[in-house]
């Protein structure tokens, strides 16, 4: 049964604010020796995971506007706060999260403003694809496996992310400028 596109209490709204008030719980167990930790692992996977299935319920039942603000909310709280404990750890360095965070504090803010006009701006590709690097660097910066041993694929990834997030953003800007010059066509015919 479709929900209305005003609800508040949906199955898919209980997940994603679960996600937002387990969030700092897995932030708290990240360890700081570096060494990766199989709780803080599993909660995060648990976390991320969830993203998917708050979405597949909001596809097969209706999304909701109240949605639409909270899962990309609890997104970027989920993964700068992991990112900005990790940073405290001493395990990732400040400049790729910072590069990341003011990407993602300048598209909320965008698409804030245009939200306000009535104007939809979906995530891209290649903005799910920084979402999936950014999640496989802290997945693997956590995993006891590979936090010590193999620094350089989260680091790696993590890059990855930096470079998505950068390109991603100026995709966001480069369509927004492209349909203003096109709606200044449409008004002078």
Do not use: C
Not at 121 to 127: F, N, V
């Amino acid at each position: 049964m479709p929900v209305d596109p005003n609800a508040l209490a949906t199955w898919a709204n209980a997940v994603t604010v679960g996600r937002l008030l387990l969030s700092p719980l897995m932030f708290l167990v990240i360890p700081a020796d570096q060494a990766g930790s199989w709780i803080a692992f599993a909660l995060w996977f648990a976390l991320s995971a969830s993203d998917g299935i708050d979405g597949w319920i909001a596809r097969r039942h209706g999304a909701t506007r109240s949605g639409a603000f909270l899962d990309p909310l609890a997104d970027k709280v989920l993964v700068l706060g992991a990112m900005f404990t990790l940073v405290s750890r001493g395990v990732f360095g400040i400049w790729p999260v910072l590069i990341i965070a003011a990407r993602e504090f300048i598209i909320s803010i965008y698409r804030t403003v245009i939200g306000t006009k009535g104007v939809s701006m979906p995530a891209s590709k290649m903005a799910k694809a920084k979402t999936v690097a950014q999640q496989a660097a802290v997945s693997f910066a956590l995993l006891p496996l590979t936090a010590v041993s193999a620094t350089w694929l989260w680091t790696m990834l993590l890059w990855l992310a930096v470079g998505l997030a950068v390109v991603s953003g100026y995709q966001y800007f480069a369509v927004a400028a492209k349909q203003r010059r096109l709606g200044a066509v449409d008004h002078a015919l």
